[in-house]
């Protein structure tokens, strides 16, 4: 069966770069989250869409934006980046709200 | 503040044996998960409870709830070396169908062979 996919899988940037982070969701669904996972963190909620419409917001910092397309894809965009932003970055996908999210494999960025 | 908090954090058992963890969290729930990630890989999906459930089985798992105590817990039975992983549950705060799960911290399950 399809799964989310997130691309890239590993990313290295310098500090103040910018990085742009993609995820697919399974087909038919139409809500994405993003996550945030530190090294030895549990995930934390950035933000999710639904319908292309931004649906709930979380710890994300001002220096990230994100969007949904037409496709349903989503895009993470991450400016400034800072040592801190180093992470594994999780899509997650569902059908609707309130219904089981199923996660990516993750994108891991390591900022220099 | 952080909504789920799961315990142990670390647990070491035996191949065969049953492992327990178990789920506090905070706040009115919709549903509860329990995701399995892999030393930095992926989350997996496990289980979805939802409000109105007290127990799910699925295979080797049996997940519980109790909205009284704001509780949930993961049983794994004969357990394998395969199942060494972190756990955790999520949960889905009300008001219903909220766009975001809140993670708990993580049980870190060890099987030796």
């Known amino acids: 069966a399809a799964g989310v996919i997130q691309s890239p899988r590993h990313l290295i940037k310098e500090k103040r770069e910018t990085a742009t982070l993609k995820c697919y969701p399974i087909p038919r669904h139409d809500t994405v989250y993003w996550y945030q996972q530190g090294p030895g963190q549990d995930p934390q909620f950035l933000i999710s869409?639904?319908?292309?419409?931004?649906?709930d917001k979380g710890s994300i910092p001002d220096r990230f934006s994100a969007q949904q397309f037409s496709d349903y894809h989503s895009e993470l965009n991450m400016s400034s980046l800072e040592l801190g932003d180093s992470a594994l970055y999780f899509c997650?996908?569902?059908?609707?709200?309130?219904?089981?999210?199923?996660f990516g494999p993750g994108t891991r960025l390591l900022v220099l | 503040s952080q909504q789920g908090e799961e315990d142990p954090q670390a647990l070491s058992i035996q191949e065969g044996e049953n492992a327990t963890m178990n789920c506090s969290y905070k706040t009115s729930i919709n549903n509860l998960q329990w995701y399995r990630q892999n030393s930095g890989r992926g989350l997996v999906h496990l289980i979805l409870?939802?409000?109105?459930?007290r127990e799910k089985h699925s295979g080797r798992l049996r997940v519980t709830l109790d909205t009284s105590k704001k509780s949930s817990s993961l049983l794994i039975t004969a357990s394998r070396a395969a199942d060494t992983a972190s756990y955790f549950c999520?949960?889905?705060?009300?008001?219903?169908?909220?766009?975001?799960?809140?993670f708990g911290t993580g049980t870190r399950l060890k099987v030796l062979a």
């Open positions: 409870i939802r409000s109105n459930e």
């Open positions: 999520a949960t889905d705060p009300f008001p219903s169908g909220t766009y975001k799960y809140i």
């Open positions: 997650a996908s569902s059908l609707d709200a309130g219904e089981t999210q199923y």
């Open positions: 869409f639904y319908e292309k419409m931004q649906s």
